[in-house]
């Protein structure tokens, strides 16, 4: 008769079958960490289960390589066909799938906790949000897995997010609903508005200062919505007060539960002054090895972390935690500089794993970080920003940084603003982040500018206002502050602004401005029939635009922009003479075999229609043409603009065109890219119907944050009809 860790660790290996005879890449839930991780206890109780299992030839063990942990071998665990048929005979539950999105941990044996999870298991089914906290460590993820997978039985879609430190609304957002691009609150919260619906958001209190305030904007979006809310943080929390969640305070296990955690042959009365020692904390528990002293008096977990946890680590094991806990984000294992101590730290139920990446528990984070003096966080930050400087990608000059920053040197300005830019251009969260810890430290007004700019970009207005406020006085301020009007959508004060910054522009940087201006209203529309009363504005506009004064190198871009206008304009009013005359001109600029020619030739073509439908032949070429082009404005736009032509029968090909490029990423720091986003946000409402409203309110905030006021009116007045 098999005992009840015996059949829990049959079960957990009954779900990795078929790589007995695999020499690499074997999942680590098969190692001896991940199996005690799985079932909720410390290592050393595996030894009595494990033993009398293999003695039975229930299980065998053996020596492999384990996937994300380098090449270093590690005893793990394989069911056998016999110990595959007695956990059949056992009548042992069969794991249901149920409708889960995100990151989702796997699902760990819980010693006790059934009182915990029955009241907040209660309050989500009669519609009520949670905020679960309590100390690092204690088991709040533990608890609201069980939470969810007791709603999951009864049918529940769980959608579960994980912050990290370079987390925001988009990617909380990507990870309940599986798509990138979100960014507007109540679109999001239109989009998940769902009954028997779970929403979880763990760890929050690693999100960054710089994204706490629009995470509270987005709980307050979801806190009355049909979904349930399941906030975990840790105490205390980062908001002030969250209206519509109960909080609830997640305290150490009972004796009698903590007892299930400690190896079975410890005595009970050592087990007893161990929980008690340790205020019954889970993670502390499973870091108690039994071959220590059992602490002789009740000892603050941290301090206990600092006097016997971390003490008993190799030198080795600390060079891997020091990497660890220094790094702002989890990283990969191929990513460590020093991976050697990465196997000492698992077995010690020191680290947390995610797929491939890895972090400390944040209780040993927390404990290790605070063991620094100024002088070393200094030098091993100074150490890890030159190891990172060596490697390149984005997620390498994030990095390096990040460890600039904290090294206590003066900052590089010019190497910051240009590394930014290439940040940016990948992950606008983290450069947000990094610019600001830059302010903190420097006041340059460089530095001011570039984090003013991430944050128009985002259309973050409220820190853009205060970075704008603390510009000098000038052109660069006033058209700042126009842009910051605009995208607040107060049209008159941007004009007005603008207008007195350009009095202080050079002629040069007065051309580049107008031009920028010309083609943003040019883009300021939803798809449709242009304005004649537009088309006259900015053809006038353009006809008063004196580009003398620029060097020759800069000429011919500014004509390259002005060309093109005119062509799209004179081809969406049929305007032929003027059309061929700017074709002319841009042909003799790009060159007779340009491929921009040709798609500017598709476009004046599909402008041409029948009842509101271009020739199926010009629908054709579009076909052939969005098939071949390489570039991804170009091939966004032209999509766009078939779509367009399409009339109110869209072709399927090209349905599905737009949404495999919808998942594309758009960089926002260009203002071309910022716009056309919107314009897919708002093709995705027409495109699906059934998500109208939701795809809608995040085009109207894009649209806001491209300065586009004219199409946000008159997408805002769609959305009012539809409401």
Not at 30 to 55: C, D, F, M
Not at 106 to 118: F, Y
Not at 496 to 509: H, N, P, T
Request: proline residues 3%.
């Amino acid at each position: 008769m098999l005992t009840g860790a015996e059949l829990r660790i049959l079960a957990h290996l009954s779900k990795f079958q078929g790589n007995e005879d695999d020499k690499w890449d074997i999942p680590r839930e098969q190692s001896l960490p991940g199996i005690a991780e799985s079932l909720g206890v410390v290592r050393s109780a595996l030894h009595t289960p494990l033993s009398s299992l293999e003695k039975y030839n229930f299980i065998i063990s053996r020596s492999a390589r384990v996937s994300g942990i380098g090449s270093r071998k590690r005893t793990v665990i394989h069911i056998t066909n016999k110990g595959l048929s007695t956990l059949l005979a056992s009548e042992t539950p069969k794991s249901r799938k149920y409708r889960n999105f995100g990151p989702v941990p796997n699902l760990t044996t819980l010693h006790g906790r059934e009182r915990e999870i029955k009241k907040i298991t209660d309050l989500l089914e009669n519609g009520k949000n949670v905020l679960l906290n309590g100390l690092p460590g204690i088991g709040k993820t533990s608890l609201a897995r069980g939470v969810a997978d007791s709603l999951m039985a009864k049918g529940w879609v769980l959608r579960w997010a994980s912050c990290g430190g370079d987390s925001d609304i988009s990617s909380i957002a990507e990870m309940w609903l599986g798509q990138s691009g979100w960014s507007s609150p109540e679109a999001i919260a239109t989009n998940i508005d769902s009954s028997r619906t779970l929403l979880i958001i763990d760890e929050i209190q690693e999100l960054n200062k710089r994204h706490i305030n629009n995470i509270e904007i987005l709980l307050s979006e979801i806190s009355d919505i049909q979904s349930s809310v399941l906030v975990m943080v840790r105490a205390p929390s980062p908001f002030k007060d969250l209206p519509n969640y109960e909080t609830i305070r997640l305290d150490g296990l009972s004796y009698e539960d903590a007892r299930n955690i400690l190896p079975s042959g410890l005595d009970e009365e050592s087990a007893l002054k161990v929980t008690k020692s340790l205020g019954g904390h889970p993670l502390a528990l499973h870091l108690w090895s039994p071959e220590e002293e059992i602490p002789e008096k009740i000892e603050a977990v941290q301090e206990y972390v600092k006097s016997t946890v971390l003490k008993r680590l190799s030198e080795e094991g600390l060079e891997t935690l020091d990497e660890l806990c220094l790094s702002p984000i989890p990283l990969n294992y191929d990513e460590l500089f020093y991976p050697s101590g990465t196997s000492e730290l698992d077995n010690s139920a020191i680290l947390r794993w995610f797929g491939d990446e890895l972090e400390t528990h944040h209780l040993i984070r927390n404990v290790r970080r605070n063991n620094y003096s100024l002088e070393s966080s200094y030098a091993l930050n100074s150490k890890m920003a030159k190891k990172w400087a060596k490697r390149e990608g984005y997620r390498a000059k994030r990095l390096e940084a990040h460890f600039r920053l904290e090294s206590g040197q003066d900052i590089d300005s010019e190497w910051l603003i240009t590394n930014l830019s290439y940040i940016i251009n990948q992950d606008s969260a983290a450069a947000a982040i990094i610019a600001e810890q830059a302010i903190e430290i420097s006041n340059d007004s460089l530095l001011r500018e570039m984090a003013s700019d991430i944050a128009l970009e985002r259309g973050e207005t409220e820190i853009a206002d205060l970075h704008i406020g603390e510009l000098p006085e000038g052109a660069k301020k006033k058209l700042r502050q126009a842009r910051l009007a605009r995208i607040k959508g107060n049209h008159n004060l941007a004009e007005d602004l603008d207008s007195q910054a350009i009095e202080d522009l050079d002629s040069i940087q007065r051309i580049k401005h107008e031009i920028s201006t010309l083609v943003r209203l040019y883009d300021d529309r939803l798809p449709g029939s242009m304005n004649s009363s537009l088309a006259e504005k900015i053809n006038k506009r353009i006809r008063s635009l004196d580009i003398s004064d620029l060097p020759s190198e800069q000429k011919n871009p500014a004509m390259l922009s002005i060309n093109l206008l005119k062509f799209l304009i004179a081809s969406e009013l049929q305007d032929l003479s003027t059309a061929a005359t700017s074709r002319s001109l841009l042909e003799s600029q790009l060159g007779h075999n340009h491929p921009r020619l040709r798609i500017l030739d598709l476009r004046s073509r599909l402008s041409v229609r029948e009842n509101n439908t271009a020739s199926s032949e010009s629908i054709e070429a579009a076909k052939i043409e969005i098939e071949n082009c390489n570039d991804l404005l170009d091939k966004i736009s032209l999509i766009h603009a078939t779509l367009e032509a399409s009339g109110s029968n869209y072709p399927n090909w090209l349905i599905e065109k737009h949404t495999n490029i919808s998942k594309k990423f758009l960089r926002e720091d260009i203002a071309a890219y910022r716009r056309i986003s919107a314009q897919k946000w708002f093709w995705k409402g027409l495109l699906e119907p059934e998500k109208r409203l939701s795809h809608w309110r995040e085009a109207l905030g894009r649209f806001r944050k491209a300065e586009c006021n004219n199409a946000a009116n008159e997408l805002l007045r769609m959305i009012s009809k539809i409401i």
